[in-house]
């Protein structure tokens, strides 16, 4: 039996599409390194332009609850608003930060050993630790995960963090902004602002989706649109949700619309449909989060397995190129067994590395609490 898609409850199909992306730019990367060279998810990269959206459209969401709290009927407080914007904006960059802060400091953590254990293997100990010291003073921007901004990888560069300091300081950027402005930004600057440097991009860049490229970085101006894209769609979601209400006929028309679309951008996800028609992907994308978001049709409610198959997901994305880096030194073999032994090696290793760090924060937050 269908259920509605509520907004109180975590989304049950966006949080397997973010399982679906993860597993897609975890074969994009593998594929690209000519592990599989049949082309599969040859447009895994794709998925990071799902997670810009949904993240941009949670950013407002969030934003204008906070805003309802100073500006509620009968009661307006926009000059206590404005005096709190710093604050509000740091609590929630940090809030964000954190949450996913703690799984990739541990996977810098683990890559660093990788690292150390190769430079040792090959040059020795005094070597190594040499190479250790340089490479950690190098990296410090990629720590504060701000590196992006300022085309700084770092020595200890993981795959990933570039969408991680976008999408921290993006969110700096847009959230105050939001907060500020309301939906004079989201509804009349995002839309604008997202088309225009969608365009920009690929046209200065002669592709969709760059990263480490230009005089101002490909990979941030991405990032800023889509998010500014996802903030757009929030508003979009709440007049679907209201034009479409109880009528029957309107929100099977939704669903059927919704689940069309999903299917459009996973077949381009899979390397299906030719890279020339990513622009309208991500459009279609946009518009796909959207109709999800907004409850209009029907749909798949949260439960523990979606809800899991969303949180894992970053953690997927973040331990990929571990294990891609440590296979490529240990193994010269390609094709389908060695995506197999990938596949489950990341799996696994996304698995153990989500329960051991909740566990080490259960127990560091217990502790505090006793004391």
């Not at 593998?30 to 599969?40: L, N, P, T």
């Not at 619309?257 to 381009?268: S, T």
Request: with cysteine; glycine share 8%; hydrophobic share 50%.
């Amino acid at each position: 039996m269908a259920v509605d898609v509520g907004k109180k409850r975590r989304n049950g199909e966006l949080d397997i599409l973010r399982l679906f992306f993860a597993i897609a730019i975890m074969f994009y990367h593998v594929d690209k390194a000519d592990r599989i060279r049949e082309g599969f998810f040859a447009n895994g990269w794709f998925a990071v332009e799902y997670f810009f959206v949904l993240s941009g459209l949670l950013l407002a969401r969030h934003a204008f609850a906070v805003r309802e709290r100073y500006l509620t009927e009968g009661k307006t407080d926009a000059e206590a608003l404005v005096r709190d914007i710093p604050s509000e904006v740091c609590r929630y960059t940090l809030k964000k930060a954190a949450y996913f802060y703690k799984y990739f400091i541990v996977t810098l953590i683990i890559f660093f050993g990788m690292q150390i254990a190769n430079q040792v293997s090959l040059y020795g100990g005094k070597t190594a630790v040499t190479q250790a010291y340089k490479r950690i003073v190098d990296s410090i921007p990629h720590f504060l995960l701000i590196d992006e901004p300022l085309h700084k990888q770092g020595s200890l560069y993981v795959t990933g963090n570039w969408y991680l300091s976008v999408l921290v300081v993006a969110t700096f950027i847009l959230y105050a902004l939001i907060l500020r402005y309301g939906r004079s930004f989201t509804v009349l600057v995002c839309p604008v602002a997202s088309l225009f440097l969608t365009g920009y991009i690929t046209s200065a860049a002669g592709s969709f989706h760059p990263v480490h490229a230009g005089s101002v970085s490909f990979g941030f101006l991405r990032g800023l649109a889509e998010m500014c894209m996802g903030a757009c769609m929030y508003e979009l979601s709440a007049v679907i949700k209201d034009k479409v209400g109880d009528k029957r006929g309107s929100r099977v028309l939704v669903t059927v619309v919704k689940y069309l679309l999903f299917v459009g951008i996973m077949l381009f996800a899979l390397g299906a449909i030719d890279e020339a028609y990513a622009v309208s992907f991500y459009l279609m994308a946009a518009i796909a989060v959207c109709l999800s978001y907004s409850g209009a049709g029907y749909g798949i409610a949260g439960n523990v397995i979606t809800d899991h198959a969303g949180k894992i997901s970053l953690i997927i994305y973040l331990v990929h190129g571990l294990v891609l880096y440590e296979m490529q030194h240990v193994s010269t073999d390609s094709g389908t067994k060695y995506s197999l032994i990938y596949a489950s090696a990341v799996i696994i290793g996304a698995e153990i590395l989500f329960f051991l760090v909740n566990f080490i924060v259960k127990c560091i937050f217990s502790k505090r609490k006793n004391a």
